[in-house]
């Protein structure tokens, strides 16, 4: 058994490894990588459509349920527009703006990632 300490998110941690077999070369220089972690708030919509001022976004990864809205329909601030399903809970997503519903760019059973743009509203 050797011994090795790593870091990991800053916190070290002391870890014990067994030996089966093979060969083993050491490198000269110890293999050290810096990696930030990445806020899903920071990330840019990964789906094909622009967000704009009147977007609205899926704030969670997982399933479209229910669009509760038709292009054309008037919304207000609140109103729920759309049901999001993600760890077998139903997420209520509200219009953040008052106006029309311009398009939808998602329909029932569609998969979706945090920040995708559902629907616009103007």
Known sequence: ??????????????????????????????????VAPTSVAAQ?????????KGSIL???QG?????KVNVGDKVNAG?????IE????ENEIPSNISGT???IHVTKGAKVSANDVLLDIE
């Open 1 to 34: 058994m050797k011994k090795f300490n790593i870091k990991v998110d800053g916190v070290m941690h002391e870890v014990e490894v067994e030996e089966i077999g093979g060969s083993f070369t050491q490198n000269a220089a110890p293999l050290t990588q810096s």
């Open 44 to 52: 840019e919509p990964k789906s094909s459509v622009s967000a704009s």
């Open 58 to 60: 899926a704030p969670l």
């Open 63 to 67: 399933t479209v349920q229910t669009i």
């Open 79 to 83: 109103d729920v527009v759309a049901i």
């Open 86 to 89: 993600a760890m077998k809970m």
């Open 101 to 103: 519903v311009k398009a």
